[in-house]
């Protein structure tokens, strides 16, 4: 089992700035994409961005040129940094990673609990 938790939400002003961390723990063979989701109240969870081990990066449309997503392999923990806030990017956001607990197993979708962010207009 993964075990993955976030941190650094809270309430910003709009314009204003956040940094997401989640932290992946467990009995971990390999974390092969780290990614950050959202769910706003009505809304469908939607991919904000998503890095894979090799470092390569998906930024979902709606938040290129303000958001970068990163991650620390020897920490298992992946940040997205948060720049130019708007109201409509306030959600609970989630961590995900895809990992495997050894060798001869599948990979499987892991999910943090997810941590709100509200952004004030």
């Known amino acids: 089992q993964v075990q993955l938790v976030e941190s650094g939400g809270g309430l910003v002003q709009a314009g204003g700035s956040l940094r997401l961390s989640c932290t992946a723990s467990g009995s971990i063979f390999r974390i092969s994409t780290m990614g950050w989701y959202r769910q706003a109240p009505g809304n469908q969870r939607e991919l904000v961005a998503n890095i894979t081990i090799f470092g390569d990066t998906n930024h979902a449309g709606s938040v290129k040129g303000r958001f970068t997503i990163s991650r620390d392999n020897a920490k298992n923990t992946v940040y997205l940094q948060m720049n130019s806030l708007k109201s409509e990017d306030t959600a609970v956001y989630y961590c995900?990673?895809?990992?495997?607990?050894?060798?001869?197993?599948?990979?499987?979708?892991?999910w943090g609990q997810g941590t709100q962010v509200t952004v004030s207009s």
């Open positions: 995900a990673a895809r990992a495997k607990l050894s060798v001869g197993r599948l990979y499987d979708d892991y």
